[in-house]
């Protein structure tokens, strides 16, 4: 599935439409259209498997109704990398023994 929508500021508001469709059941991978890249995930989907199964146990002990979860992957660079989005910065607060992201800002500057 390709979601294109000029009006949509960030991932989040195409998230939140594709949402609304109900048209995806399962889990799924979100890449970025400008993306080439040969970055094995294969790591981060058995973390992400993990994860979710402990939540589903989670779950019916607590019992919450819902249990999403979002496995992100970064990848740093250096400052003087060509790589680099010049025009973003991302600042993260991790756990570092769970790895769990406790604060997450994206900073677009325009130029």
């Not at 890449?31 to 994860?51: E, W």
């Not at 790589?83 to 900073?107: A, G, N, P, V, W």
Request: proline share 1%; net charge positive; glycine share 4%.
């Amino acid at each position: 599935m390709v979601a294109v929508n000029q009006n949509h500021t960030s991932l989040g508001d195409t998230l939140r439409d594709i949402g609304e469709m109900r048209v995806i059941k399962d889990d799924f991978l979100v890449v970025r259209g400008d993306i080439i890249t040969n970055i094995d995930v294969q790591d981060a989907l058995k973390v992400h498997y993990h994860i979710k199964q402990q939540e589903k146990t989670n779950m019916n002990v607590d019992g919450r109704k819902n249990n999403t979860i979002m496995t992100k992957l970064f990848i740093a660079q250096s400052n003087s990398s060509p790589l680099k989005d010049t025009q973003s910065e991302i600042s993260l607060l991790i756990d570092r023994q769970t790895k769990e992201i406790y604060k997450y800002q994206s900073i677009y500057n325009k130029k």
